[in-house]
């Protein structure tokens, strides 16, 4: 393949998908990077800067390949997400980026929401567990220890929204109110309209990942969340067709809560998956008063964008908080955190997400041990009082570095460790 808008590296090799479906890993694989937009820049090369150093330190080495999205991609080339910035991330498999900035009301549409969807990243996953040091507005930080599947395609993330004003909301009002009888539902004057598209594939597959991911994590238990009281057909379906795919290709593995209580006097077999599930608004207190009662989560787009926010705020805040999208075979690691334009350049805020966002991609090909240096010396050096001003500001005494200094320290803290 050839590539006209990405910067080439001259070494390295391409990782592979292999007959039998398996990712084949060059010890140099070839790794496309976006930076991003805002404090991207600054995020963006600290995580590299580290990432190289945990790679070097177990013997392996990264070929980075910078592609581009957003404002760079306008800058370089005159669009958002040149077409060599998908096939890059789709040919090469496993990629990283910083977050992009997507306008609000007007303008384009989210350049995240696009990659998400034309590369089918089907799972937006995003762990969250406590780092020693890390200061948290909870009394016990380390009681979360959970990772969020989000269908990361569907729902009013779809991308089906018609403008208030517009010939199509007009259209689709007529035939809501007059054809299917809905005439009384909405007032009159202008209005915008959004489509909730949560199907039976969709679910399925998402739901499928977070059992494969609990079963070879050995977690106890999965938690559908969903808000289906009210959106009984959409959000009612999901968790209806999340216990149906455990119990067609998972019942030697799983029980539900109900069999739990009936069969096993609330005792679950160590062999056992529990699934069960709760109603959105009731987790997210639940996340609170009953951290470590959950483990695994699958649900859908918006609920899980909002709900690992709030989880993350549990564990120190948006600056550490890691993702990472999986398709089949593709993996995009990326932060949870956006652009915070107000700080772009400042050399401010913390790289952290973005650095544990590559642990995530790093384990997706198998360099678990490169991750858990890079786990542990994040620990340390935030353990050591060597923090960005976000964690600072929440620290008695500490030194407030800057993000270069910081991933710097982290890279001396990885040449310790090795
Ligand atoms: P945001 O960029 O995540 O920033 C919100 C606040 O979170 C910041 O003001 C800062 O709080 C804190 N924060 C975020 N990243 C941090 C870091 N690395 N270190 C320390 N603190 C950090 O959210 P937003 O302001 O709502 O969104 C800005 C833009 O980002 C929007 O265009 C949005 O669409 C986009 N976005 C992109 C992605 C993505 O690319 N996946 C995700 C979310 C949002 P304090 O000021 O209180 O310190």
């Not at 805002?38 to 330190?57: F, H, M, N, R, Y």
Request: proline share 5%; net charge negative.
């Amino acid at each position: 393949m050839s590539y006209d808008q990405v910067d080439i590296p001259t070494q390295g090799a391409p990782i592979r998908l292999s007959d039998t479906s398996e990712l084949d890993i060059p010890s140099n694989p070839i790794i496309p990077i976006i930076y991003g937009d805002g404090i991207g820049s600054d995020v963006g090369p600290a995580a590299q800067k580290v990432l190289t150093a945990a790679a070097e330190a177990t013997g392996r080495s990264i070929a980075w390949m910078r592609i581009y999205a957003g404002e760079s991609a306008r800058n370089r080339y005159g669009e958002n997400l040149p077409t060599d910035t998908v096939e890059a991330i789709r040919d090469h498999r496993v990629a990283i980026k910083g977050p992009l900035t997507t306008p609000v009301g007007a303008g384009f549409r989210s350049l995240n929401v696009a990659l998400r969807q034309q590369l089918d990243l089907y799972a937006n996953v995003r762990p969250t567990y406590h780092i020693d040091g890390v200061p948290s507005p909870v009394k016990d930080p380390s009681a979360m220890d959970m990772v969020t599947f989000r269908e990361n395609t569907e729902d009013v993330y779809a991308g089906i929204e018609m403008e208030a004003g517009s010939q199509k909301a007009e259209q689709v009002r007529s035939f809501i109110e007059s054809e299917m009888g809905y005439d009384e539902t909405m007032h009159d004057g202008p209005i915008g309209i959004g489509i909730k598209p949560i199907t039976e594939f969709g679910t399925k597959r998402l739901v499928r990942q977070a059992i494969e991911y609990a079963l070879e994590n050995d977690r106890d238990s999965i938690t559908l969340v969903h808000k289906g009281n009210i959106m009984k057909f959409t959000e009612g379906a999901f968790r209806d067709w999340g216990y149906e795919l455990a119990a067609e290709e998972y019942s030697e593995v799983t029980l539900t809560e109900d069999e739990l209580y009936d069969e096993y006097d609330g005792e679950a077999p160590e062999d056992k998956l529990v699934i069960k599930d709760r109603i959105a608004d009731n987790m997210l207190q639940q996340l609170l008063t009953r951290t470590s009662q959950y483990e695994v989560i699958a649900t859908m787009n918006l609920n899980g964008d909002y709900m690992s926010d709030a989880a993350g705020a549990q564990i120190g805040g948006l600056g550490i908080a890691p993702g990472g999208n999986f398709g089949d075979g593709l993996c995009l690691a990326e932060p949870v955190h956006g652009s915070a334009p107000k700080y772009e350049g400042e050399d401010k805020v913390n790289p952290t997400a973005m650095i544990l966002s590559g642990r995530i991609m790093f384990e997706y090909i198998g360099w678990n041990d490169a991750g858990e240096l890079i786990r542990d010396a994040v620990e340390e050096t935030i353990s050591n009082g060597e923090v960005t001003y976000d964690l600072h500001r929440q620290i008695e005494g500490g030194d407030k570095l800057a993000t270069s200094t910081y991933a710097d320290a982290v890279v001396d803290k990885i040449h310790e460790l090795a």
